[in-house]
């Protein structure tokens, strides 16, 4: 089998990739179930605010590393490897002022970012 250098390392948002590409990847598979129905919750309700709890070296360098700041971004449907730079501040700023998440074919949810992200 052949392996890349490309494959062990990826460029994306950083300042580190462990802290901020992968959360942002698991809030977008978060809003993935939620939409399909496949996430658990009592009949008939609905998903209306989203909140992250961050545990381990997420919980204690995430602020530093920008952890926070990538989940919010992948509740708003941005992925890693399809977002700039400068998108990423715009749509930071658009979540902090509405103060809600608004992804692109799923419905827009109350979120946060200083109030929603628990750092445990």
């Known amino acids: 089998m052949f392996l890349s250098v490309f494959d062990l390392f990826k460029i994306g948002i950083g300042p580190s990739s ?61 992925h890693p490897s399809h977002i700039e730079p400068g998108e990423m501040a715009y749509r930071l700023d658009q979540i902090r002022k509405t103060g809600r998440v608004k992804p692109v074919g799923n419905v827009d949810n109350v979120f946060d970012l200083q109030a929603d992200v628990f750092f445990h």
């Open 18 to 78: 462990s802290h901020t590409m992968g959360p942002m990847i698991a809030a977008g598979l978060f809003l993935d179930e939620v939409a399909s129905g496949s996430w658990p919750r009592p009949s008939g309700k609905s998903v209306s605010r989203l909140r992250a709890h961050l545990y381990g070296s997420l919980a204690l360098t995430g602020v530093g590393h920008a952890t926070d700041r990538a989940i919010a971004l992948g509740l708003d449907g941005a």
